[in-house]
């Protein structure tokens, strides 16, 4: 495809959060498989796989041909999401029983991650909007398809690499804390919600890495493993907490329209479900009704984000090929 076709234009358009879309997509996938609905969940994945593709694809030729736009984009929150969307599909496709793909998955967001979070967190100076919190969410997806791919392999070296991450992406969270702007609760266009998604993921993290320990390969004591489900179930109550927050701050201040950024609030929307599924599957705590409940907000958000995703590219395409 040339580089000058519109298509090809459209793309290089796209900023790094776009990323998020993925991200999205992927969890959305993951929430519908674990409620049981398998062929909806692998037509969700294969909208984030081809999605995951073309970003990929572009963030290459940026890489080869773009090296200066490269560089400075690699500085921003955004450019997280890439590390964060790669484990995300991974850890649908280890959920789906496919360990070498999100083996591979696991290997090229364990790259990106040290060239991307360092150069990140240098250019994160106060305030900040919610795309801060992109530091904590793609340690903390690191750790989920670490912990997941360790329990599949009966790896205890990647599991205890993954609960490293896991407290890592806590103390990530705190940083991204420190610089958020709160006010982003009422002006946020979106992003806003990664506050809350990033706790949903460690959550979800916390829940692998004790669903890791509990498949008879004895990698926690009983503190560890005591530690490790006070600091998950605290920490899907706080997710809770965000999110009744934000989505009161969505009534009081409504934001209409599409913005790419509305991809990072389906996907807290989406991770936070899959929190609630995960705690109450792994540590049989009463949260599987409100999971269900979540995902389906959570899945209408992603069709109506995805509607006016296309109605704009729809417009943009047609502009780029006059």
Request: overall charge neutral; charged content about 15%.
């Amino acid at each position: 495809m040339p580089a000058t076709s519109p298509l090809r234009a459209w793309l290089a358009q796209r900023p790094p959060a776009a990323g998020a879309a993925v991200m999205a997509g992927g969890i959305v996938s993951i929430g519908l498989g674990l409620t049981g609905f398998e062929a909806l969940s692998l037509a969700v994945l294969a909208v984030a796989c081809v999605a995951w593709v073309a970003l990929a694809a572009d963030f290459t030729l940026r890489l080869l041909r773009e090296r200066e736009r490269w560089t400075a984009e690699a500085g921003t929150p955004g450019a997280l999401t890439g590390v964060a969307a790669t484990t995300v599909l991974g850890t649908r496709f280890s959920n789906l029983g496919w360990p070498w793909l999100a083996e591979a998955l696991l290997a090229l967001a364990a790259v990106l991650w040290p060239w991307l979070l360092p150069r990140v967190v240098r250019n994160s100076p106060r305030p900040m909007p919610g795309a801060v919190f992109l530091c904590c969410v793609a340690t903390e997806g690191l750790a989920v398809l670490g912990a997941s791919v360790a329990k599949a392999e009966s790896a205890a070296w990647l599991a205890h690499t993954a609960l490293v991450f896991f407290w890592l992406g806590l103390a990530l969270y705190l940083f991204a804390l420190s610089r958020f702007d709160l006010r982003q609760v009422l002006t946020g266009r979106g992003d806003h919600w990664v506050a809350g998604g990033a706790l949903a993921i460690s959550t979800v993290a916390g829940a692998k890495l004790i669903a890791a320990g509990g498949a008879g390969h004895y990698l926690w004591n009983k503190d560890d493993d005591g530690v490790l489900h006070t600091v998950t179930l605290a920490l899907l109550v706080l997710d809770l907490a965000w999110y009744a927050v934000l989505a009161v701050a969505e009534v009081v201040r409504p934001r209409p329209g599409y913005d790419v950024r509305r991809w990072s609030t389906v996907f807290p929307m989406g991770m936070t479900a899959t929190a609630a599924l995960s705690v109450a599957d792994t540590l049989d705590k009463p949260f599987k009704g409100l999971g269900e409940v979540l995902l389906w907000v959570s899945v209408a958000a992603w069709l109506a984000v995805a509607a006016g995703a296309v109605a704009e590219a729809r417009t943009e395409l047609a502009d780029a090929a006059r």
